[in-house]
């Protein structure tokens, strides 16, 4: 790796660390208060990385901010009709994605689910002391805001991808596709520790969270890295990790059930089932649509035909 490439990551990752920081000195760990405001600004240290490391590089002469909005994918790509069809198909396909492995870890008997009495939803609910009124009704309004709150969520989410997917991955291309997305998910993964490693997403597993998040990160940045080499632009992949980040909230409370919770690692959008179908969709999709061996990285983003 290169020293932009190390050099963004470690501020990348320092930056995280302070942020998260509160959680860890005053002891309260997941019982913060304020932990899903860490996490939210937690978000935004990749796109300040990316930017530190270009004004280092521009005061010694580098790149102007056009150039970096070029590479890093800001504009619509060299196909902007593609890009369209891969926006919407990726907010439309993502939550259907986390659906299905909701079913299939039901399937496969890792979970229960409750679709139709919701017992997740009022037990959730009850512990808020909210207004649960006809449960019914209150979950076809998050069916619905769902997929428009994704549009607020791509605020957050871009801090991530400009990052992660806009500037890292075509620096990791010169490797191949498969180390590029195997490299950058990793890099994903590390990043998360200040929060995993105090049992973030899998609250049972303590700080072995941080080392069963980092596949999932793989298989998920898999995904996420096809919407940005297929189109030449971040945004598909921010549209992604939005909805992803929505849905995943919005389902698995939805499908669970209050008497057998579900298992993160196993049956989450978050565990092992979901990241086996992420790797197979994300296959699929790669063989679908080949990338591109002779682009020039990454003076050229557009990087699958």
Known sequence: MRSKTLWFSAVAIVLAWLVASPAWLNGR????????????????????AVLVVWLVSRLRGGQTF????????????????????????????????????????????????????????R??????????????VTAIAMLVTMPLAAFITMI?????????????????????????????????GVWHAPLTLLGYNYPNLGPWAALMFVP????????????????????????GHAIFNDS?????????????????VLASSGGVLAGVLYVAVALLLFRLVRPRSDAPLPADPALIR
């Open 248 to 264: 995943s909230a919005t389902l698995n409370l939805l499908g669970s059930d209050a008497d057998s919770p579900l298992n993160p």
């Open 29 to 48: 760990g997941l019982s913060d208060p304020l932990l899903v405001a860490y996490a939210a600004l937690m978000m935004f240290t990749p796109t300040l």
């Open 123 to 136: 037990k959730a609910l009850e512990a808020t002391g909210a207004d649960m009124g006809d449960l019914g």
């Open 216 to 239: 999932i990160c793989v298989a998920l940045g898999a995904l996420l890295s096809w919407a940005r080499l297929a189109t030449g632009s971040v945004w598909p992949a921010v549209m």
């Open 66 to 121: 056009r150039e970096l909005a070029r590479e890093t994918g800001l504009g619509l790509g060299p196909r902007k009709g593609r890009t369209v069809a891969v926006f919407f198909g990726v907010w439309l396909g993502v939550p259907v994605l986390v659906a299905l492995t909701l079913l299939l870890s039901a399937l496969v008997g890792v979970a229960e689910l409750d679709l139709a009495g919701h017992s997740g939803l």
């Open 156 to 188: 957050p989410a871009f801090g991530e991808e400009w990052g992660w997917r806009g500037w890292l991955l075509p620096r990791l291309m010169r490797y191949g596709t498969l180390r590029a997305v195997l490299i950058s998910g990793v890099i994903w």
